[in-house]
């Protein structure tokens, strides 16, 4: 009884000397927001291809770089993977690209407490951004209302031709490639929106019949808005026109909403 009376002391001194070092730490280590501003300010003035992945970075390190890009007139590229991103994150994203000119492609894929919410906030700046070509928003949670908010901003957007959704499928119903179709009416700059195909397997029954005769109705659309280029298989097709495609792991065919492309 003794002896475990003393385990249990030392267990408990151990514990707090361990607590106060990663107090310690947390004070003295990690960098404050004036000094992760500056840092990417630094870093982006150096490159015009930036990117940043992993989970172990701090939730500010997002909004950081957002603010370091409302000064930087350089940077062409930004990918972001893994990152926490949250609504303060967003805000900061969209007022940086309401002001930003330089960048091209931005790539948010992975992110941690990334939805609709967000999407929403990085949506109002797509309708007033001209530089932006690219937006790759990969495997997030986007559902039908985070679609929708995209889909409104790129109908006054003349500048953005490239647009992965992929991976966010299983948050999608019927209502979220309807709202792609009806952008279709609206904007004629797309060339390439990326989604998952589906079926994922024989078994997969969530595709109805009814999502099926709505993506032939953006295929039509398509073809009226001129994409000539643009080349049709069917599901039992499909490996047929990957095996014979010039362009690896790329199926050149419309099935889940693609202009031209759909990547898998």
């Keep these: 009884m003794h002896r475990m009376r003393n385990l249990l002391k030392y267990g408990l001194v151990i514990f707090g000397l ?3 070092c990663f107090i310690a ?4 280590g990690a960098p404050s927001d004036e000094e992760l501003a500056q840092k990417y300010e630094n870093e982006l003035e150096e490159t015009v291809d930036f990117k940043i992945s992993g989970v172990f970075h701090s939730g500010n390190e997002a909004k950081a770089i957002a603010n370091a890009l409302k000064k930087n007139s350089t940077v062409r590229s930004i ?3 893994l990152l ?5 994150a967003a805000v900061s994203w969209a007022n940086a ?3 930003n000119t330089s960048l091209t492609s931005l790539s948010l894929t992975q992110m941690r407490v990334f939805g609709d919410d967000e999407v929403k906030h990085l949506s109002k700046s797509l309708e007033s951004n001209c530089t932006l ?3 790759d928003l ?3 949670k986007i559902t039908d209302e985070g679609v929708r908010a995209i889909a409104e901003a790129l109908k006054k957007n003349p500048t953005i031709i490239y647009l992965n959704l992929s991976q966010n499928n299983n948050l999608l119903s019927i209502e979220g490639y309807r709202v792609l179709n009806d952008l279709l009416n609206y904007n004629c700059s797309i060339k390439d929106i990326v989604m998952t195909p ?3 397997s024989p078994a997969d029954t969530s595709v109805t019949e009814e999502t099926k005769l709505e993506i032939e109705k953006i295929k039509k659309r398509l073809l009226c808005n001129g994409n000539e280029e643009s080349l049709w298989c069917t599901d039992k097709e499909i490996i047929y026109c990957t095996a014979n495609d010039n362009i690896p792991n790329e199926i050149i065919v419309m099935v889940l909403g693609a202009y031209r492309h759909v990547r898998i």
């Design 198 to 200: 589906f079926p994922v």
């Design 97 to 99: 690209l309401k002001v």
């Design 25 to 28: 730490m947390g004070m003295n």
């Design 84 to 88: 926490p991103f949250d609504q303060d």
């Design 138 to 140: 990969f495997n997030n």
């Design 18 to 20: 361990a607590s106060l």
């Design 133 to 135: 070509t690219s937006l």
């Design 79 to 81: 990918s972001l993977d």
